[in-house]
């Protein structure tokens, strides 16, 4: 009976599975019968790999719940940061385009800020009014994103074509670094900076599932693992169809990018919401920076690394509008996270500044 009740709770993974098994052999005869198919089958599989991400992220969440926080959000974050890498890695292997990575990641940030983030705090702030969180987690975050974005995506505007692999191989070790000094500060004796006090008859009020999870470290663990295998399998197929489907239609780059980004995001902007809703917008504030951050600073030397090793560079320096964008974005965030506390109007900044996004994106800029 447990057997079965385990089976039940992972019927997303199961059937992400399945549909994999179902899928290799059905490939060339879904492509055949025309771009439409294509595109369905293309979208079908996204929804698949997004219902997949979400039993990953809950499993993380358990996880996260039983070590708390900085390790919690860490755990969230990185557990989304695997699923993005390997469908990029997996859709560049292919006839990715060589603005792929950037895009994503430009994607990534313009999500978790400014959708994630920007959303969470307008529906909190018009719920709670104005909600406290750690303001030191807000000004780590801002300026780590800062750093990592201008050394990865706007310097390489600057350097020439002919010496991109040795930039390459010191923008991986720059990442490095800042990443290992991070994670030093968010696990060590500046932990502080990433958790905020609640009252703890308030977290069991709001959110008594959480002393209630029945599933055990190694059960979450090995589920996690698994949701990673099956979701990379699903985004090769994925990537097959959907390269298909949008094969000389004129449609943006930019729409597979918004899509890997999405898929990542999606199981974070439960959580956030769920986390702003009941008052707890530190949480938010971990997850939508963190996130941000991790795509930034973990992505871009897997990436790198895979161009080094293949010979084949891409493009990571951003466009004009990109680049005016993401400054906007980091300013208003510095601003608005400076003081302790976001309310409705800060997110309303953040969530404009995201249809600003969606805006330039459907006109191809």
């Known amino acids: 009976m447990r057997i079965a009740s385990r089976l039940q709770d992972e019927k997303f993974l199961l059937a992400g599975l399945a549909v994999a098994f179902a899928a290799y052999p059905l490939e060339h005869v879904i492509t055949e019968m025309g771009r439409g198919i294509t595109l369905v089958a293309a979208a079908a599989l996204v929804g698949m790999i997004v219902l997949a991400s979400m039993r990953v992220a809950h499993h993380a969440e358990i996880l996260a719940m039983k070590v708390g926080d900085p390790y919690g959000t860490m755990i969230l974050t990185l557990s989304a940061v695997a699923v993005e890498v390997i469908i990029l890695a997996i859709m560049m292997s292919g006839e990715g385009s060589p603005t792929?990575?950037?895009?994503?990641?430009?994607?990534?940030?313009?999500?978790?800020?400014?959708?994630?983030?920007?959303?969470?705090?307008?529906?909190?702030?018009?719920?709670?009014?104005?909600?406290?969180?750690?303001?030191?987690?807000?000004?780590?975050?801002?300026?780590?994103?800062l750093t990592a974005m201008g050394i990865s995506m706007i310097v390489p505007e600057f350097v020439p074509a002919g010496k991109w692999h040795y930039y390459s191989a010191f923008t991986i070790f720059a990442m490095i670094a800042l990443y290992g000094l991070f994670l030093r500060m968010q696990v060590g004796q500046h932990s502080y900076f990433f958790s905020y006090s609640y009252p703890r008859a308030d977290r069991r009020k709001e959110n008594p599932d959480e002393y209630h999870a029945e599933e055990t470290t190694s059960v979450s663990i090995a589920a996690i693992l698994a949701g990673v295998i099956i979701i990379g399998a699903l985004a090769e197929f994925m990537s097959a169809f959907m390269t298909e489907g949008l094969r000389d239609t004129g449609a943006p780059v930019a729409i597979t990018a918004i899509v890997v980004a999405a898929i990542s995001a999606a199981p974070e902007i439960l959580t956030a919401l769920r986390a702003a809703l009941r008052n707890r917008i530190q949480a938010t504030v971990n997850i939508a920076m963190g996130a941000s951050l991790s795509t930034v600073i973990l992505?871009?030397?897997?990436?790198?690394?895979?161009?080094?090793?293949?010979?084949?560079?891409?493009?990571?320096?951003?466009?004009?509008?990109?680049?005016?964008?993401?400054?906007?974005?980091?300013?208003?965030?510095?601003?608005?996270?400076?003081?302790?506390?976001?309310?409705?109007?800060?997110?309303?900044?953040?969530?404009?500044?995201?249809?600003?996004?969606?805006m330039l994106s459907a006109l191809g800029l």
């Open 299 to 358: 992505t871009v030397p897997v990436m790198e690394s895979i161009a080094l090793y293949t010979g084949q560079p891409f493009i990571m320096a951003m466009t004009p509008v990109q680049t005016v964008m993401v400054m906007i974005t980091l300013i208003a965030a510095a601003i608005n996270l400076n003081d302790g506390e976001t309310n409705a109007i800060e997110g309303m900044t953040h969530f404009i500044l995201f249809a600003t996004f969606l």
């Open 100 to 145: 792929l990575v950037r895009d994503t990641i430009y994607s990534a940030l313009m999500l978790d800020i400014n959708g994630i983030l920007g959303l969470a705090a307008l529906l909190g702030g018009l719920k709670h009014g104005e909600q406290p969180y750690n303001d030191n987690s807000g000004k780590t975050y801002g300026v780590m994103i």
